[in-house]
């Protein structure tokens, strides 16, 4: 079998007209120049050596605002690093204290069960910053007096409060 040859010519074809083929042309061409930069007279080694000042100077600037913010960043963490240990020096002082009052608060109760005329198991001790506060009951006004005179002979104790209630047996 022979392949037949198609009589049309490019022109001829139904959907492609000349003036849409000018003006498709046209329009890329116009496209296109449009695309150029005009080189401003500069020959190629000058807008080389253009784009590459250019290119130190936006590092450099960048360079510049990096070191900044170094710098910034090093203010602040050395500020939330003081923060933190005056916090952290905060926190174990009042953590000393807090086993001061209770180191107080035993010594204070070990005193009262070695005295045979107080009960340790009715009088409850509380310790706030040294102060100690005595609260229960007591068999007699002798016994109450005492318990306070221990309570201040204690090393640490700053002041007692007394409020214990005497009750007989």
Do not use: H, W, Y
């Amino acid at each position: 079998m022979k392949k037949q040859r198609s009589s049309r010519s490019p022109a001829s074809l139904p959907f492609v007209s000349t003036p849409l083929v000018l003006a498709s042309s046209l329009a890329l061409a116009l496209g296109l120049a449009g695309c150029n930069k005009p080189d401003e007279g500069k020959t190629a080694g000058q807008q080389l050596d253009s784009a590459i000042a250019k290119t130190e100077q936006a590092g450099a600037e960048a360079k510049a605002k990096t070191e900044s913010a170094m710098a910034n960043t090093g203010a602040a963490l050395k500020d939330a690093a003081q923060n933190a240990e005056s916090s952290g020096k905060a926190l174990a002082g009042k953590a000393g204290e807090k086993m001061d009052d209770l180191a107080i608060t035993t010594a204070v109760s070990s005193e009262f069960v070695k005295d045979p005329d107080l009960s340790a198991l009715k009088i409850k001790v509380d310790t706030a910053n040294g102060a100690v506060t005595l609260t229960g009951s007591a068999p007699t006004e002798a016994a109450r007096e005492k318990a306070a005179t221990l309570a201040k002979g204690v090393k640490g104790v700053s002041s007692v409060d007394n409020k214990l209630v005497v009750k007989a047996g």
